[in-house]
């Protein structure tokens, strides 16, 4: 049996309306769109970086650990706020936790990426208390550039099909 006839692309619903979507988009993807899951994003990694920064700094931990506890934290509430909505439209939890982690991987790794440069980087933002205006002002800071740069990103991988696109999919 010859098997290069059946190397066609495996079909699935996600990958249909994915195609869907580029099609509908003219393999691209609105500004508007790429805003709303960028700040989508933003929300789980803001809630993870802030609780992060908090903790690591009132318990008084070395930079590199109150990063990586950032950095954990937001991941895990990223994903746990897609996972929400998509387990509210009827996934199980294994399919759900498979879509978050397509849908918001990416866009996660650069938000964190540009949160915690922004905090490293400017001086003595981390050693900063929590009473401390620069602590606060460079985590704003930080979260602001984060979507400024994510969203550009993320709509690049909307109109790919990729990203928040899987999402769509579900809902």
């Known amino acids: 049996m010859d098997h290069t006839t059946h190397q066609h692309e495996h079909h699935t619903p996600e990958r249909h309306a994915r195609a869907q979507h580029a099609r509908h988009h003219g393999g691209g993807a609105s500004w508007r769109m790429a ?5 989508h994003c933003l929300t789980g990694c803001a809630i993870g970086e802030v609780l992060g920064m908090v903790v690591g700094t009132a318990a008084g ?5 109150t990063v990586v506890l950032s950095i954990a934290l937001a991941f895990v509430f990223g994903y746990a706020l897609t996972m929400r909505g ?11 936790l498979k879509v978050a982690l397509a849908a918001d991987t990416v866009s996660i790794a650069v938000m964190e990426l540009i949160d915690n440069t922004v905090m490293v980087g400017v001086p003595g933002a981390m050693d900063a208390g929590l009473s401390q205006l620069l602590f606060w002002v ?3 800071l930080s979260l602001s550039l984060a979507f400024v ?6 709509r690049w991988m909307i109109g790919r099909g990729k990203g928040h696109a899987v999402v769509h999919a579900h809902h």
């Open 35 to 39: 805003a709303q899951a960028t700040l």
């Open 149 to 154: 740069l994510t969203t550009p990103v993320n």
């Open 86 to 96: 998509v387990l509210r439209a009827g996934l199980p939890p294994k399919r759900a």
């Open 61 to 65: 931990l070395h930079n590199a650990g």
């Open 138 to 140: 460079s985590l704003a």
